[in-house]
């Protein structure tokens, strides 16, 4: 299905050491960010009491915050829950106070202000089980960096392998960097968003590398340069992209709208990820092929012609 067909190639390629120092600029810019701010982590990672309130009528979630710091608790998180009657409260772990205690605290506290307020539910996460998730979450994620490695140097030639292996680890670092630099909150559903985002990733540049090298064996490509060659692929490609990208990304931004805490960081890391991984698919593994030096000759090595026997 073709929503549209383009009459002449677009010339990504000509563009291709501008994108490409972009987003080398970009990455280096969201390795800096970890390094220096590093990833805001959920109670789940870091351990601590996460409160579920309930209030009659709506609440300010700034006057809570600004209550809450007079517990001196540290980063004390509060949002709301689809609407401002419903709140969750993110309680870091204090040393020597019992989670009960922090719980009592924070209620007696909300109550001077409000007799409307009741609690729903307090999940206490301790230390340990903070650290067992962090290490489990970083296993996951290195054992699907793995899989894709090895996938793709299964299914491509080296230089196809290598461009589609930095474009997808180019995408994790750069939502992780926007993670950082806005300091929004690590949890288990952005770690979950991040592994989906790299399947999703590593599709586009799949289907593009195949495209790519289906031209290579094209009768009607044989007078074309390989510049043109991957554009061709690429323009070949962008019905597709359009409908599978668009589709996806108007679900995932009503989720970011319309899905509440629970789905945010999910939402928030897929919508980062799907747009960057058309990007990098197009305009960072496509001209590293170039960078690497790819040529008829390295997918199709000529055949040495059997010297017929004289008689």
């Known amino acids: 299905m073709e929503l549209f067909k383009m009459k002449r190639d677009i010339p990504f390629m000509s563009y291709g050491k501008i994108t490409t120092f972009i987003s080398l600029v970009t990455f280096i810019a969201a390795v800096f960010f970890l390094v220096a701010k ?21 609440a300010d979630i700034n006057a809570m915050r600004e ?13 709301a829950l689809g609407t401002n009657r419903h709140i969750m409260i993110r309680l870091p772990n204090k040393e020597g106070v019992a989670a009960s205690q922090l719980s ?21 996460i301790g230390p340990q089980v903070g650290d067992e998730l962090v290490t489990g979450g970083m296993l996951a994620l290195s054992m699907v960096i793995i899989g894709i490695i090895i996938y793709l140097s299964v299914r491509f030639e080296w230089r196809f392998a290598v461009s589609a292996i930095i474009a997808n680890m180019h995408d994790v670092v750069i939502i992780l ?14 770690l979950a968003g991040i592994l989906a985002v790299l399947g999703y990733s590593v599709n586009e540049s799949v289907v593009v590398f195949d495209r790519i ?5 094209k009768p009607t490509m044989r007078n074309k340069t390989v510049p043109q060659i991957i554009d061709n692929a690429i323009t070949s490609t962008m019905s597709r992209t359009v409908i599978t990208h668009g589709s996806t990304e108007a679900m995932v931004l009503s989720m970011l709208v319309f899905g509440g805490a629970a789905l945010h960081g999910f939402s928030l890391a897929l919508t980062i990820g799907i747009v960057f991984g058309i990007y990098s698919s197009v305009l960072v593994a496509s001209p590293m092929l170039l960078m690497f030096g790819l040529s008829r000759e390295n997918l199709a090595k000529p055949q040495k012609q059997k010297e017929e026997a004289v008689v």
């Open 213 to 217: 090298r289906e031209n290579f064996r």
């Open 67 to 79: 209550k809450l710091d007079t517990l001196q608790l540290g980063d004390v998180q509060v949002q």
């Open 177 to 190: 960097g926007f993670f950082a630099f806005f300091q929004w909150e690590f949890s288990l559903t952005v």
């Open 38 to 58: 590093g990833l805001n982590f959920s109670v789940e990672f870091t351990g601590g009491t996460v409160m579920e309130v309930q209030y009659e009528q709506s």
């Open 104 to 124: 009592n605290s924070v209620m007696n506290l909300l109550r001077q202000d409000r007799s409307d307020v009741s609690l729903r539910q307090v999940e206490f």
